[in-house]
T-cell receptor
Framework: GAVVSQHPSWVICKSGTSVKIECRSL??????MFWYRQFPKQSLMLMAT?????????EQGVEKDKFLINHASLTLSTLTVTSAHPEDSSFYIC??????????????FGPGTRLTVT | GIQVEQSPPDLILQEGANSTLRCNFS?????LQWFHQNPWGQLINLFY???GTKQNGRLSATTVATERYSLLYISSSQTTDSGVYFC??????????FGAGTRLFVKA
């Protein structure tokens, strides 16, 4: 099946710094990728849709200037948390839809990145 | 937007017991997936099932799209089945929305 990777798997940063998280589709191309955030004991909340070659689309309530998304190629999307604060500490997960024609809307998820802001 | 409700929110089973998890959704969907989230946070794809019935070992799932619900059956539960089970749906395009999950604990 399709494989999605994320890097890093965990990161600790100081308050006020920026952190970049990468999401890669390893064996397929993805013109669209999604970023989710999950707080402890809660569900996954969709943050934004990453579109290759164009601007990301953010869900209501998500600060686009704080969570910068870049989808520079058909296999890579990056999420940069700018001026991170402790309340940004969370588990960030990306996904990409699978291959068209088989299960075209099936989502494949990365392993997640645990961010801790001190 | 679409609403996704999962029940029960929590479930405790004795090893060997069977269980049924339910997912109700408020609109037509083009995608429905069941996931198991392991203790490290990884989402394990269980089923891609926008309609119909599928089985994989001790697990099976049924989606009745016209009535807007899906069921996940776990038979002969094992302690390794413990974790959180999520239902996630998509409507138009690829955007996928998650339910709140069912937290399952299987006792030895």
């Amino acid at each position: 099946g399709a494989v999605v990777s994320q890097h890093p798997s965990w990161v600790i940063c100081k308050s006020g710094t920026s952190v970049k998280i990468e999401c890669r589709s390893l064996d397929f191309q993805a013109t669209t990728m999604f970023w989710y955030r999950q707080f402890p004991k809660q569900s996954l909340m969709l943050m934004a849709t990453s579109n290759e070659g164009s601007k990301a689309t953010y869900e209501q309530g998500v600060e686009k200037d704080k969570f910068l998304i870049n989808h520079a190629s058909l296999t890579l999307s990056t999420l940069t948390v700018t001026s991170a604060h402790p309340e940004d500490s969370s588990f960030y997960i990306c996904s990409a839809p699978g291959l068209a024609g088989q299960a075209p809307y099936e989502q494949y998820f990365g392993p997640g990145t645990r961010l801790t802001v001190t | 937007g679409i609403q996704v409700e999962q029940s029960p929110p929590d479930l405790i089973l004795q090893e060997g017991a069977n269980s049924t998890l339910r997912c109700n959704f408020s609109d037509s969907v083009n995608n429905l997936q069941w996931f198991h989230q392991n203790p490290w946070g990884q989402l394990i794809n269980l089923f891609y099932i926008p309609s119909g019935t599928k089985q994989n070992g001790r697990l099976s799932a049924t989606t009745v799209a016209t009535e807007r619900y899906s069921l996940l059956y776990i038979s002969s539960s094992q302690t390794t089945d413990s974790g959180v089970y999520f239902c996630a749906v998509g409507t138009g395009g690829f955007k996928t929305i998650f339910g709140a999950g069912t937290r399952l604990f299987v006792k030895a």
